[in-house]
């Protein structure tokens, strides 16, 4: 079993740094391929999908998290069509397999782009049947309940510390263990 980590946010270069227990704890061991790309937006993965192959690509499980990036750039209508293009886009490339899919709230440091992620999640989640593709909503992890951001979980308000890559792993486990149709790992220790 394996999973295709589409992490489309500037995350990929991240995972060896700020998340890299997080990494080696839930994803190493299911011998994940991280595909993200750093500064990456709807347009530009939908670009590499059009162009690249895919073929020889078997994983049980493809999480795409998308749509952080283009917060500063689109409307929330415009993101949330990307994310469904990108979506439909996989689909058939990987027809057998589940699709995960979901992004970050905490796009930018303006009220503006929290707000355009969350109209933006909402439109995206439409697509999601809940049985594949399927609709992560862990937005909630980088929020506190007045809407503001959490510094100790992205310090610049886009990237996840240490701390917020756990608990988003924890927070999606229960998902990808379900949708791979593996045993949860459990929670890391604080």
Known sequence: MSIWSMWVTPLSSAYETQGEGTWDRYYAPR???????SGDRTEHV??????????????????????QNNAGHNT???TGAGVTAVVQKIR???????IAFGHLSSA????????VLAKAS???????DNHTPF???????????????????????????????RLRAEAIEPTVAALMGDKAIAPAAP
């Open 135 to 165: 609709y992560m909503d862990f937005n909630w992890i980088f929020l506190h309940p007045d809407g503001s951001i959490p510094a100790e979980l992205t310090p610049d308000f886009e990237h996840p510390s240490a701390k917020g890559y």
């Open 122 to 128: 909402r439109i995206a989640a439409q697509l999601a």
């Open 31 to 37: 011998h994940a391929l991280n595909l993200g790309i």
């Open 76 to 78: 929330a209508e415009e």
């Open 46 to 67: 939908l670009r590499r999908l059009d162009h690249a192959n895919l073929a020889g690509l078997a994983p049980t499980l493809a999480i795409v998290m998308i749509g």
């Open 108 to 115: 930018c440091e303006a009220d503006q782009g929290t707000a």
């Open 92 to 98: 058939p490339k990987l027809p057998r397999q589940a």
